[in-house]
């Protein structure tokens, strides 16, 4: 064994970190797992925000299955477990390192509009602004064409060993035998009850007798069990037409509201036509070079690869390793800020917008943004976006760029997936906001997805993000693989809308410049600066560092109230591979209730 695993594994044993593998609790009033963040081991890891997830992963990998059986497996349970942030009504994107080829390849399963949706779906008539965001979150109108399933499937065929039905199965057993609820759940289903009690089908599944279920009690969900048993049956095809395919255009169009219901659940436009050509496309990752490695992500229409890897250019000539902690963390702030300025400025669907990538992504850009940043003093904000045009020159000021409003939802779910073959797995999935639209399929146990309120409301010609049918809406989900020397090194994502993109890049900067161990990286306080006049950060970043950064003209707010499911950034998952073949599986000690990391075979 390296020296390196040995001092991680004498570190965490000397901690809370246990690095065994998952028992059952005798003790509560069902028998719930216990959570781990991280575990050492070998034959492949499984990190992600659950237990019974990440426990259905690691045995597909002892049973012989590849990382991306395990990845499509968990993300199965994640749909049974993590329903409010996931499941097969959203969409994802996954992103896979190919042991056989060396080559790293994404899925972009993102939700569409459909085809009938005008660009002003989501404006009143009346007044020519758009509705309430808490108006158009509960509504047919945010309903998106989903591409999760498609997704399952493509990447099963192209790198998988199981069925759909065999990937499919331990999560229908999951959802038929139920799992223990959990503060997190409890606590979700509460910040939702008001306008999940206004859907029918929603109300009648989680909110049994008017309440949500009691933590310690058993939630069963016996009807995502058959629809998944009828998916692994039959196929894609049994989803994205013939009755389930009606089901949801049918609900889009005419939500299921209650009779006293007070939102006005705007008509969508999702019709059959739309699911049957649904595609999940295979695209080109992102690349940078970054101290050394080569940092893969997720392109348009996801911004999480092209804004992480702009960032991670601007950061390279500043040298952070070498920087006091106080002026590391007001560089990774103003390169964010300038990063997100040109998210802004020309990110989105690549079908329906011309985005300079290679230029966004490019050494000389980076360069260029990052001379503007003050060692000193924080830049007004929103900063000007760059111009990513191939004429590069030192400090070259930017452009004019307006500032839109932020309507990523921040739940989603992350997981990664390694296998003793070498091959790994990033994939981020969602339904958007915590619940979705809060729309479930009647008799069929999921919630649809309200992804469209990721796009801008309000269209505008030079908006790269306005409402076109057919289009993507621009995402921030990052999942993200780092090789070094060809080989992969540490893969991670992350939950929490356009902050996934801080916290990926933070948590990076964390473990790669700040000296930190991957589980440090992950546990410390996030602050998230997305080109906004105060920085959204968790109330012990400003406990620890608000006052040291004040000086720069750094201010800071809180992204929720205490005790909210909206006070914490992020909620990582990753994995990081060791000298010797072992690997490190992390996920968050405390956030969401804590995460679950485990390793096929762990070291004892």
């Not at 199981?162 to 959802?175: I, Q, R």
């Not at 979700?188 to 008001?194: H, P, V």
């Not at 070498?322 to 079908?351: I, K, M, N, W």
């Not at 070498?422 to 339904?431: D, E, H, K, Q, R």
Request: proline residues 8%; aromatic residues 8%; charged residues 15%.
């Amino acid at each position: 064994m390296g020296e390196l695993v040995k001092k991680l594994v004498a570190t965490l044993s000397a901690g809370t970190l246990v690095l065994t593998a998952f028992t059952a609790s005798t003790t509560a009033e069902a028998q719930a797992p216990t959570r781990q963040p991280t575990s050492i081991g070998y034959g492949g890891a499984v990190s992600s925000i659950d237990p019974d997830a990440t426990n259905i992963g690691l045995d597909v990998l002892r049973r012989g299955g590849n990382a991306v059986d395990a990845a499509v497996a968990t993300a199965a349970a994640l749909g049974v477990t993590e329903p409010y942030s996931a499941g097969i009504g959203g969409g994802g994107y996954f992103v896979y390192y190919n042991a056989k080829t060396h080559k790293v390849s994404t899925i972009d399963g993102r939700e569409t509009a459909p085809a009938t949706m005008p660009p002003n779906a989501f404006v009143d008539p009346a007044t020519g602004a758009a509705y309430p965001f808490a108006q158009l979150v509960t509504s047919g109108v945010s309903i998106g064409v989903p591409g999760t399933l498609a997704t399952w499937d493509k990447a099963l065929k192209q790198w998988g060993s199981l069925s759909l039905g065999k990937a499919l199965k331990p999560a229908a057993d999951l959802a038929d035998r139920g799992f223990v609820v959990d503060p997190t759940f409890r606590l979700q289903t509460l910040e939702n009850k008001d306008r999940f009690a206004q859907v029918v089908p929603t109300a009648k599944l989680f909110l049994p007798n008017g309440d949500a279920p009691l933590v310690g009690s058993l939630f069963k969900n016996p009807e995502l069990a058959a629809t998944y048993k009828l998916l692994g049956q039959q196929g894609p095809s049994a989803f994205y037409s013939g009755p389930l395919a009606g089901e949801m255009a049918a609900v889009a169009k005419n939500p299921p509201k209650t009779p006293d219901a007070t939102l006005p659940f705007f008509p969508g436009y999702l019709e059959t036509g739309d699911l049957a050509s649904y595609k999940a496309i295979d695209r080109a990752p992102t690349k940078v070079r970054y101290d050394g490695l080569d940092v893969y992500g997720m392109p348009p229409s996801s911004s999480g690869g092209s804004t992480v890897g702009e960032a991670l250019n601007i950061l390279q000539p500043q040298h952070l390793r070498q920087q006091s902690t106080t002026q590391a963390l007001h560089t990774y702030l103003e390169a964010s800020a300038l990063a997100f300025a040109d998210r802004g400025a020309y990110v989105g669907d690549p079908a329906y917008v011309d985005v300079p990538l290679n230029e966004l992504l490019s050494r000389g850009f980076g360069a260029e943004r990052s001379c503007l940043i003050d060692p000193q003093h924080a830049a007004t904000k929103p900063v000007a976006a760059g111009s990513p045009d191939g004429q590069y020159s030192q400090c070259a000021e930017g452009s004019a760029v307006e500032q839109r409003p932020d309507s990523e939802g921040r739940s989603t779910t992350h997981m990664v997936a390694a296998d003793k073959w070498g091959n790994v797995v990033s994939y981020t999935l969602t339904i958007e906001q915590t619940g979705g639209s809060g729309i479930t399929v009647p008799g069929r146990g999921f919630l649809l997805n309200n992804e469209l309120t990721d796009f801008s409301a309000v269209p505008s010609p030079t908006d790269p993000n306005r409402v076109e049918a057919g289009k993507r809406p621009r995402s921030s989900m990052s999942p993200t693989i780092v090789l070094r020397g060809g080989k992969p090194y540490i893969a991670l994502g992350s939950p929490g809308g356009s902050t996934i993109i801080t916290t990926v890049l933070q948590t990076l900067t964390n473990r790669l410049d700040r000296g930190m161990t991957l589980p440090e990286a992950i546990a410390a306080p996030r602050a998230a600066q997305r080109n906004t006049a105060s920085v959204t950060a968790e109330q012990a970043f400003i406990d620890r560092y608000g006052a040291s950064l004040a000086p720069y003209g750094h201010t800071f707010m809180a992204p929720g109230l205490p005790g909210s499911s909206a006070a914490e950034i992020g909620a990582v998952a990753a994995l990081e591979f060791l000298p010797g073949g072992a690997i490190l599986a992390a996920a968050e000690p405390s956030r969401r209730g804590g995460g679950a990391a485990g390793t096929a075979w762990p070291l004892k």
